[in-house]
T-cell receptor
Framework: AQKITQTQPGMFVQEKEAVTLDCTYD???????LFWYKQPSSGEMIFLIY??????QNATEGRYSLNFQKARKSANLVISASQLGDSAMYFC?????????????FGSGTKLNVKP | NAGVTQTPKFRILKIGQSMTLQCTQD?????MYWYRQDPGMGLKLIYY???????DKGEVPNGYNVSRSTTEDFPLRLELAAPSQTSVYFC?????????????FGPGTRLLVL
């Protein structure tokens, strides 16, 4: 079974609007971490935001927030006030903190296009 | 700090050739990783290391070997290149922080096997 599933291969959003990128995960580990990365067309991987499975509040980093719904095993990324520079691939990733501590699992990504 | 550096940036190999992808980090991170990214896909973990002298397999280790003789360097070796190894290879490093740590990625090496 896929550890990380991103069901939106591509999305469009109008500049200055908010957009939600979906991510669901599968784990039996009671302790895990969830990450979002951005990959612009230049190819580098840029860390955006982290959510721990025991964190009580949803993580926020500037215009990025993570909508964490533990019971549904979802960790959606919300980008507020989209900018043209947000156009990129976005990857959701998970690390299991007990069973496979040293392994990160990545989803297949969502390509976001921000329209002016 | 240069962060994570990778060489070469791009390489074309013939089937059956060997090569080493170099990765160096100057942040004194204990953990280092090698990933491959196939077109339109996410990253898959090839090998990782938790410190000098300690390496272990990831999700897709077949056809690759690694070594970690120093904290800074984590080279990835392809012994007999195959077309299926055409991919972009990313090296990353991190410092353990109860699982919260951020991975710092290198710029990637694009490999084409013909």
């Amino acid at each position: 079974a896929q550890k990380i599933t991103q069901t939106q291969p591509g999305m469009f959003v109008q500049e200055k609007e908010a957009v939600t990128l979906d991510c669901t995960y599968d784990t039996s580990d009671p302790s895990y971490g969830l990450f979002w990365y951005k990959q612009p067309s230049s190819g580098e991987m840029i860390f955006l935001i982290y959510q721990g499975s025991y964190d009580q509040q949803n993580a926020t980093e500037g215009r990025y927030s993570l909508n964490f719904q533990k019971a549904r095993k979802s960790a959606n990324l919300v980008i507020s006030a989209s900018q043209l520079g947000d156009s990129a691939m976005y990857f959701c990733a998970m690390r299991e903190l007990l069973y496979n501590f040293n392994k990160f699992y990545f989803g297949s990504g969502t390509k976001l296009n921000v329209k002016p | 700090n240069a962060g994570v550096t990778q060489t070469p940036k791009f390489r074309i190999l013939k089937i059956g050739q060997s090569m080493t992808l170099q990765c160096t980090q100057d942040m004194n991170h204990n953990y280092m990783y090698w990933y491959r990214q196939d077109p339109g896909m996410g990253l898959k973990l090839i090998y990782y290391s938790v410190g000098a002298g300690i390496t272990d397999k990831g999700e897709v280790p077949n056809g690759y070997n690694v070594s970690r003789s120093t904290t800074e360097d984590f080279p990835l070796r392809l012994e007999l290149a195959a077309p299926s190894q055409t991919s972009v290879y990313f090296c990353a490093s991190s410092y353990p922080d109860r699982g919260r740590e951020t991975q710092y990625f290198g710029p990637g090496t694009r490999l084409l096997v013909l």
